[in-house]
């Protein structure tokens, strides 16, 4: 029984593996997301996100929105968790940044970004390689 038991995992591990990656959006998936998303932020702030004062990525159904975003270096940036179950993360991973804590439903986190000009590209910790949830920051001097 042991030795079937480790030949089922192992199988089951190489399938893992092996499996593509998630299928990326189109861009007519994420513009009805990222729609989406800011009705949900409304409901849940009273407002809409351009209204905040601070820039506003909105983290939903594995996205977010925007995907790409250009600010002035030393920005303040607010990543707002809209899902209702899922949590999410920011990890500008390839700077090497450390990853933000878990942010839940109706959470967010802050960042001041002291970034290199030039584009960043960051990621949802749990999220970024089986459900391609992945952004960028380009940073103007």
Known sequence: MGKLYALAMTAAM????????????????????CEKAEQRYQKLF????????????????????????KIKKGAKVRWVNVD??????VWFQEQGGKESDR?????????????????????????????GMRGTITIEP
């Open 14 to 33: 190489v399938m893992l593996v092996l499996s593509p990656p998630a299928r990326a959006q189109d861009d007519a998936e994420r513009a009805k997301i």
């Open 46 to 69: 009273g407002k809409p996100s351009r209204d905040e004062g601070v820039t506003i990525v909105k983290m939903y159904k594995y996205t977010f929105c925007p995907q790409h975003l």
């Open 103 to 131: 942010i839940f439903a109706e959470e967010t986190v802050n960042m001041v970004l002291d970034l290199p000009p030039g584009v960043n590209p960051y990621i949802c910790g749990p999220h970024w390689e089986q459900q």
């Open 84 to 89: 209702k179950r899922t949590s999410h993360s």
